[in-house]
């Protein structure tokens, strides 16, 4: 009882780390894709990419905050050196990172095409992309960094 309770903790620990990052991962893009394309003029498509230097710019900035909030606050340090740790760490991440900008891809040339009137906030075709492809690599990111990394 006492495992499945941590357990649970664990999850609600990493869910809100997890949102902290996407929080910081998507205003980070919104920064980025609002003024990246004004200095360098094929950042909303390169060669058929959309928002390349923006995608890898905000999904870093949500890989390091990821990382301070889940050793602080959701897992236990595991039988690695924070070296190794953060190494293993670093390599899920940048996989994770070309998942992301794989599926943002997909989304936003594929799927997303039109803007989400919220009331108070619209939603562009790349925001939804962008919070879509967050969400299902954030599923892979929590077993991996579990099992491999912080349990090993």
């Not at 992301?100 to 594929?110: H, K």
Request: include cysteine.
């Amino acid at each position: 009882m006492r495992e499945l309770l941590i357990r649970q903790k664990q999850i609600l620990f990493f869910i809100i780390a997890g949102g902290l990052s996407a929080v910081v991962e998507i205003g980070s893009f919104k920064i980025f894709s609002t003024y990246l394309p004004h200095l360098i003029s094929q950042e909303t498509d390169f060669h058929g990419i959309h928002y390349p230097l923006s995608n890898i710019f905000s999904t870093s900035c949500g890989i390091i905050t990821n990382y301070f909030l889940s050793i602080w606050f959701v897992f236990e340090r595991g039988k690695h050196s924070k070296r190794k740790e953060f190494a293993y760490f670093m390599m899920v991440s940048f996989i994770s990172t070309l998942l992301s900008l794989a599926f943002f891809q997909i989304f936003y040339s594929c799927i997303f095409k039109d803007n989400i009137n919220l009331i108070l906030y619209t939603l562009s075709p790349e925001m939804i992309s962008k919070i879509a492809a967050i969400l299902l690599v954030s599923v892979l990111n929590y077993s991996v960094k579990k099992k491999v990394i912080f349990n090993g």
